[in-house]
């Protein structure tokens, strides 16, 4: 490499210094809140759906796909398409998770006022406690505030989308294990692709794939 590429090289490891770094403020901080939610989770009649716009948008869809596949059904349905009327397809027996890492997404915070006022249980997922949309919610899953240098501008969202993403992992396993889901649900529900390629694992396929 030459001189500017060890420059850019150096650049990108600090991308990756400061992700790990958001990512890693999570231990600690957030496991309890995981937990209560993950209960809140397996305890309603209906399903969980998730809503955020911009960049939170595509996290919330990641979020829901990973839960389905951990065994609990989940939608993702965007902020403004919910404002055009899709929000009829929530009811009061589902649970909402609200995704915006500044809680100021206009759409998000009316959508979510809207759906509290329907009777529908919705949980901010942010990190600011003082938000129209933290305002809005039934209730609040505060996250870790990103170092300022850790999203570009405080603008270009990167360690803060996968922060708010292995949150949402540990809070599908942890609903996963409390179900008891095992590696056989998870083929039987995912046929294509590799996994389904691979098909029912060697030993005890139906053993939780964690256990508490």
């Known amino acids: 490499m030459n001189g500017q590429d060890d420059e850019l090289a150096v650049l990108a490891g600090s991308v990756l210094s400061r992700e790990s770094a958001a990512v890693a403020a999570l231990v600690g901080a957030v496991e309890a809140g995981v937990v209560a939610l993950a209960h809140r989770v397996l305890g309603i009649a209906g399903k969980v759906v998730t809503t955020g716009s911009g960049t939170s948008g595509v996290m919330a869809e990641r979020l829901a796909h990973l839960l389905s596949v951990c065994g609990t059904p989940a939608v993702y349905l965007p902020a403004m398409d919910a404002l055009h009327g899709g929000m009829g397809a929530i009811t009061a027996s589902d649970l909402v998770?609200?995704?915006?890492?500044?809680?100021?997404?206009?759409?998000?915070?009316?959508l979510v006022r809207r759906l509290v006022e329907r009777g529908?249980?919705?949980?901010?997922?942010?990190?600011?406690?003082?938000?129209?949309?933290?305002?809005?919610?039934?209730?609040?899953?505060?996250?870790?505030?990103?170092?300022?240098?850790?999203?570009?501008?405080?603008?270009?969202?990167?360690?803060?989308?996968?922060?708010?993403?292995?949150?949402?992992?540990?809070?599908?396993?942890?609903?996963?294990?409390?179900?008891?889901?095992?590696?056989?649900?998870?083929?039987?529900?995912?046929?294509?692709?590799?996994?389904?390629?691979?098909?029912?694992p060697a030993g005890d396929a139906t053993a939780p794939v964690v256990s508490v």
């Open 97 to 110: 998770l609200a995704i915006s890492k500044t809680g100021r997404s206009t759409e998000l915070a009316d």
């Open 120 to 200: 529908v249980d919705v949980v901010a997922v942010t990190e600011n406690a003082d938000s129209p949309l933290t305002g809005a919610a039934s209730t609040v899953a505060l996250l870790p505030p990103t170092a300022p240098d850790a999203d570009p501008g405080d603008m270009i969202a990167l360690a803060s989308t996968l922060a708010v993403g292995a949150w949402g992992d540990a809070l599908a396993v942890v609903a996963m294990a409390l179900r008891g889901h095992t590696l056989r649900d998870v083929v039987d529900s995912h046929p294509a692709g590799g996994v389904g390629h691979r098909g029912h």
